[in-house]
């Protein structure tokens, strides 16, 4: 992960708006249902659509609260409207996105799904220790 992302990250966790979403049940199950790859082609078909274009005519509102993972992961990591983008990540509104500004807005996301994955993950006991020389004659 870039420091960049890894910073902004950071400061995210800092706003109590931003850190209140979470993934939840459904979410999760989602994901691990349709797997990471469609999640990611999602994500980059949702900025191509809602976040990219110079212009917005709902721009604050594209972004619905829930309903799908990547939505939530935008709220979080405000990356759901130009004008958030434009106030956490520098970058400006009222002209289409370059594309590395779209793989910047794409990793930003992705990265902060990975990071709910991993802490949702179930955790799993070490079940399987080897046992040497216990076996009974
Ligand atoms: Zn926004």
Redesign the pocket.
């Known amino acids: 992960m870039s420091k960049k992302i890894d910073d902004v990250l950071k400061r995210l966790t800092q706003s109590s708006f931003r850190s209140q979403f979470k993934l939840d049940e459904k979410d999760l199950e989602y994901i691990s249902v349709r797997g990471f790859d469609t999640i990611k082609k999602h994500a980059y078909d949702f900025i191509a659509r809602r976040i990219a274009p110079p212009v917005i005519k709902n721009d ?1 509102k594209q ?1 619905p609260m829930s309903g799908h993972p990547v939505f939530k992961a ?2 979080a990591t ?8 434009e106030k956490w990540h520098k970058i400006k509104i009222n002209r289409q996105l370059n594309q590395k500004e779209i793989q910047y807005t794409g990793d930003v996301i992705l990265e902060w799904l990975e990071k709910q994955c991993v802490k949702n993950q179930p955790k799993r006991k070490k079940d399987k220790k080897e046992k040497i020389g216990t076996e009974k004659s």
């Open positions: 604050g972004t935008q709220h405000a990356t759901c409207c130009r004008k958030c983008l």
